[in-house]
């Protein structure tokens, strides 16, 4: 199977100083920001109407590359698009980096279901360029134009039942528009091709492009001090890594853990673990170079699973008691299985590998009763409050991004990228330079 990518009207997107040109004739946010003016006291037109693509870019201008997902297991192709626009309380990203990730590729073979075509890519970092019409003054003063950010896959609207109630991994638009339909929260993409303006669906932001428009709440400051490249990880892999230890499994000081894929998010929980106190940190794969890696971001043990029973090894490095927490980063019935087998009585079983869809997993209904064995599912962090938690830790030093990737490529490699990642050469995370 090939991804590498094929040029389709490629073409030099506008550089940033040509499109904050433009945007400070047409951008309500940019004319408020040099003259001042507070959000609230703006007078801003009324935003294009979404199905008029000719209003809707009328003020923009420009073009910009995005890489396409059309059909299972076709090549992406490098397209051409108008410059999108934000709308309100959402922001527009020149983007510089984008993580591979496993999410992406299980749709682009097909395996999970999702609008085509779409931009894929959901883990970014990038510069503030403009905000959309009547977004709220807090919003425009915390993420300025220039401004450096991270982003989350999960973009929380902000305002539904579970995001009230601090639950922004549930957030109910994010589910049902994005994740259902392949839009933002008005049901509209924000991505039309250069060459006859048909729309083209966002997987989260759509962030294996030159710019992308995501909801501000998904959002965090980048410190000057942490690099674009290795920093797009944070919106995901790390993130998801985070949202796991900390509130599906809840891990405290001294709790022994398993890790069962050692990829770009479980080698993240091997630190965010570690990070957290954990003191047994046992790392499961059956790739020796991801396990010899594994000991370099906190494992304190490794298991080769094709080599040996995974789950025996694990209760003979505890004492024959199984671990506190174990943690499936695979998403395959096998791995949930030993999952749920390699933890002690009262144990935690999280699992946060997506698989293929109608996969199911087996467990032994006797066990879960009798010995009180918890299986909890977690998708990801909380935007809000867990994000810029996550830039500290890196900030800090205590999550080391700089082990965390292991391979770096250019836009026009997005293709290879993926195939790398799909025949298992990426040992950690791998990154998409934008920049």
């Known amino acids: 199977m090939a991804f590498a990518p094929i040029l389709r009207r490629a073409s030099a997107a506008k550089s940033l100083f040509s499109l904050s040109r433009l945007s400070l004739g047409s951008s309500p946010s940019v004319r408020s920001l040099q003259t001042g003016a507070s959000g609230d006291d703006r007078q801003p037109p009324p935003p294009p109407s979404p199905s008029s693509i000719a209003g809707y870019h009328v003020s923009s201008g420009g073009y910009m590359r995005g890489a396409v997902y059309r059909e299972p297991n076709q090549p992406l192709t490098i397209e051409e698009f108008h410059i999108p626009r934000p709308k309100v309380n959402e922001i527009l990203i020149k983007t510089k980096a984008c993580g591979v990730c496993h999410s992406d590729l299980h749709v682009m073979k097909g395996e999970i279901p999702f609008s085509s075509p779409c931009v894929i890519g959901h883990e970014i970092t990038g510069e503030v360029v403009e905000h959309g019409p009547l977004t709220d003054h807090k919003i425009i003063q915390r ?88 920093s797009a990880i944070l919106g995901c892999a790390v993130f998801t890594a985070y949202g796991a230890m900390a509130h ?122 009798r010995r009180k064995i918890k299986v909890i599912g977690s998708y990801g962090g909380r935007a809000r409050q867990d994000l810029p938690k996550v830039v500290k830790l890196a900030e800090s030093g205590i999550f080391n991004l700089t082990n965390a990737v292991s391979s770096k490529y250019k836009f026009e490699d997005a293709g290879k990228a993926f195939q790398d990642l799909n025949e298992g050469k990426i040992v950690s995370r791998g990154v998409v330079e934008i920049l």
């Open 143 to 230: 993420f300025p134009i220039g401004s450096r950010v991270v982003g989350a896959f999960i973009m929380p609207c902000g305002t539904c039942s579970y995001c009230a109630k601090g639950h922004d991994d549930l957030c109910e638009d994010f589910f049902a528009f994005n994740r259902a339909k392949g839009t933002l929260y008005d049901g509209e993409t924000r991505l039309f091709l250069g060459h006859d303006d048909s729309p083209v669906y966002m997987y989260s932001m759509g962030g294996m492009a030159e710019y992308c428009v995501t909801p501000a709440h998904g959002l965090a400051p980048l410190p000057e001090s942490l690099p674009y490249t290795e």
């Open 248 to 369: 599906a499994a809840e891990i405290r000081p001294g709790d022994s853990i398993a890790v069962i894929g050692i990829g770009g998010v479980g080698s993240s929980c091997l630190q965010i673990a570690r990070a957290f106190g954990a003191s047994d940190i046992i790392a499961v794969d059956v790739q020796d170079d991801k396990l010899e890696k594994a000991k370099t971001l906190g494992a304190t043990h490794t298991v080769n699973a094709a080599k040996e029973d995974a789950v025996e090894r694990i209760r003979e490095i505890t004492g024959g008691m199984g671990v506190d927490v174990a943690v499936e980063a695979l998403g395959r019935p096998q791995t949930f299985m030993q999952c749920t087998l390699s933890v002690k009585d009262g144990g935690k079983a999280v699992m946060i590998g997506l698989s293929q869809a109608g996969s199911v997993g087996e467990i032994d209904i006797n066990r879960l009763v």
